[in-house]
């Protein structure tokens, strides 16, 4: 046999990898109630960022956020360059002090002040601490791209942005900035008291058994 499979004694020797947790992405078992919201966080003649849907879980809730570009007034590189630069994990020069203008960045702000922002976050999760950090957090879900058809280039990247825990039950304000795409800080209001009812109402995938019966 050309290639063979691991012996038992190689594979036993892998140390078992812990799922994520609660304070970093939605819970796996549970499938999240949705809301729709259909709100447009920003607009101009190249970007439009929108937030069609929440979906509220136990631990938390994840706003779904759909970037939109076309390439209308730019350049065929603009364009491209704009597009790379929605992944945070790929622009450089995030430093104590400086936010670079091509990193797009999203933070959420409570009635009391407290604030959680994507600026800063580490895309390396092999080395997660499993203790939970102060809350709140606003964590980056990479999601997927789609290209839309019509007259001129246009692409969809949607990701989702996991807040932890649940917001307070009052308004909270969702802001967004971009300088490279045109965006100013643009903020919209979220309803805290709505998300923390969907929540109650998320069910897991899997009853245990005595709910089943």
Request: hydrophobic share 40%.
């Amino acid at each position: 046999m050309f290639f063979e499979p691991p012996s038992a004694q190689e594979e036993s020797t892998r140390p078992p990898q812990p799922g994520l947790p609660a304070w970093d992405a939605p819970p796996a078992e549970e499938m999240g109630t949705v809301m729709v919201s259909g709100l447009v966080l920003a607009r101009n003649p190249n970007v439009a960022i929108t937030l069609p849907t929440i979906k509220a879980f136990r631990t938390g809730c994840l706003t779904n956020v759909d970037i939109v570009m076309r390439r209308h007034t730019l350049s065929p590189d603009d364009f491209q360059a704009l597009q790379l630069s929605v992944y945070p994990h790929m622009i450089t020069g995030v430093s104590a002090g400086r936010i670079p203008d091509n990193l797009l960045r999203f933070g959420v702000r409570f009635a009391d002040g407290t604030k959680a922002t994507t600026v800063g976050q580490r895309f390396d999760r092999t080395q997660l601490p499993q203790d939970p950090p102060p809350g709140p957090r606003l964590t980056w879900q990479l999601g997927g791209v789609s290209i839309r058809s019509g007259d001129e280039d246009a692409s969809v990247i949607t990701i989702g942005l996991w807040l932890w825990p649940l917001p307070p039950q009052e308004s909270f304000e969702l802001g967004v900035e971009w300088p490279v795409g045109g965006i100013e800080l643009s903020i919209v209001n979220l309803d805290g008291a709505a998300i923390m009812s969907a929540a109650q109402q998320s069910v897991p995938y899997w009853p245990d058994s005595t709910q089943s019966e």
